[in-house]
Each structure stands twice: as C-alpha cells, then as structure tokens.
Nanobody, 123 residues
Framework: QVQLVESGGGLVQAGGSLRLSCAASGRTFSSYAMAWFRQAPGKEREFVAAVSASAGTAYADSMKGRFTISRDNARSTVYLQMNSLKAEDTAVYYC?????????????????WGQGTQVTVSS
C-alpha cells in the first residue's frame, strides 16, 4: 500500500511559477512510476507528466517546455515544477503511483492517488 500526500498548490499570477511536491509512504518508492494528473471543474482528469522508475519522463503536449517532473528516491518524493503558468492551468493537481515502473499516460493504469492540491492561476 502506498499513500501519497501532495503539497505546494496555491494562487499565482499568470506567468508565475509553482512547485508541487508529492510525498509517498512505503519502502518501494523507487520501483514505482509516478505521475501528475489534473482536473479542472467540469472536465475529465487529464495527464500532465510522468516519471518512470528509471527516471525517464513524459509530458502532455501543452506542458512541454513549461513543466518539469522529477523524483528524489531518497526522500520518496516526486516534484512538478510549473513555470509560465496560464489561467488554463487552473485545476486540482493529483499525484499518482503505479507499481509497474514504466511510463503510462492513462489514469486507469495508476494504482494509488493522492487527495489533490489546488492550483489557481489568475489572469
């Protein structure tokens, strides 16, 4: 069992930056693939970025060049650095983990979820 706790959300002006953190419990963090998804009001939960157990990364097209996902296995933490934020980035951001270590893009392939953290970008 893995428990995930997100932090770092908040209110930021357009063009600003935020760094989200997701702290994981459990002794096998390094073997998990980790991802960030987001969900805006009235919309489906969508893929943002993922990092594999071997630290390979993948991003949704609209986040490439603006967002960076990384992991620190010693701290059992995954990060999402978000730069050049836009109003359309406003959403609840969720951390997710899957016991297979390879990259996946769909929410159905992730086994564990955090409670989410709100990111609001004002224009």
């Amino acid at each position: 069992q893995v428990q995930l706790v997100e932090s770092g959300g908040g209110l930021v002006q357009a063009g600003g930056s935020l760094r989200l953190s997701c702290a994981a419990s459990g002794r096998t963090f390094s073997s998990y693939a980790m991802a960030w998804f987001r969900q805006a009001p009235g919309k489906e939960r969508e893929f943002v970025a993922a990092v594999s157990a071997s630290a390979g990364t993948a991003y949704a097209d609209s986040m490439k060049g603006r967002f960076t996902i990384s992991r620190d296995n010693a701290r059992s933490t995954v990060y999402l650095q978000m730069n050049s934020l836009k109003a359309e980035d406003t959403a609840v951001y969720y951390c997710a983990a899957r016991s297979g270590g390879s990259l996946r893009w769909t929410k159905y392939e992730y086994d564990y979820w955090g409670q989410g953290t709100q990111v609001t970008v004002s224009s």
